[in-house]
Nanobody
Framework: QGRLVESGGGLVQAGGSLRLTCAAS????????MGWFRQASGKEREFVAV????????YYSDSVKGRFTISRDNAKNTVYLQMNSLKPEDTAVYYC???????????????WGEGTLVTVSS
C-alpha cells in the first residue's frame, strides 16, 4: 500500500550538483530504512546509498562515497540524495526504496518508486 515518488532529476554537466527527493506515504514510512538505487541503460540496478530508520547511520557504494549524501526528514516522510561532483557515469534512472536495513543493504527489497532520470553530460 505504500507509495514512493522521486523527483529532482534532470540534465546537468559534469561537476555539477543535483538533489533528489523521495516522498513516501501509505506505510509506517518512518519505521523503515530508506535508500537510493540506480539503473543505467543496459545495466542492472545497483546500490547507491542507504540511511537507517533514525537517520543516524548512512551507507554508500564505493563509486559515490564522498560525493553523495543521503539524509531524511521523518516528520515529512521524505528522504534526500544530495549529489555533488557528478560524473557522466552517474547517468541513470534513480529509484527510491524502503525496507528493513538488511534488505536494503542486500538489495532484496521490492518496495520501489518509479524513478527519476539523471543525465550528466561531459
Amino acid at each position: 500500500q505504500g507509495r514512493l515518488v522521486e523527483s529532482g532529476g534532470g540534465l546537468v554537466q559534469a561537476g555539477g550538483s543535483l538533489r533528489l527527493t523521495c516522498a513516501a506515504s501509505g506505510r509506517t514510512d518512518s519505521g523503515y530504512a530508506m535508500g537510493w538505487f540506480r539503473q543505467a541503460s543496459g545495466k542492472e540496478r545497483e546500490f547507491v546509498a542507504v540511511i537507517n530508520r533514525g537517520g543516524t547511520n548512512t551507507y554508500y557504494s564505493d563509486s559515490v562515497k564522498g560525493r553523495f549524501t543521503i539524509s531524511r526528514d521523518n516528520a515529512k516522510n521524505t528522504v534526500y540524495l544530495q549529489m555533488n561532483s557528478l560524473k557522466p557515469e552517474d547517468t541513470a534512472v534513480y529509484y527510491c526504496a524502503a525496507g528493513a536495513l538488511g534488505a536494503l543493504l542486500a538489495s532484496t527489497t521490492d518496495n520501489w518508486g518509479e524513478g527519476t532520470l539523471v543525465t550528466v553530460s561531459s
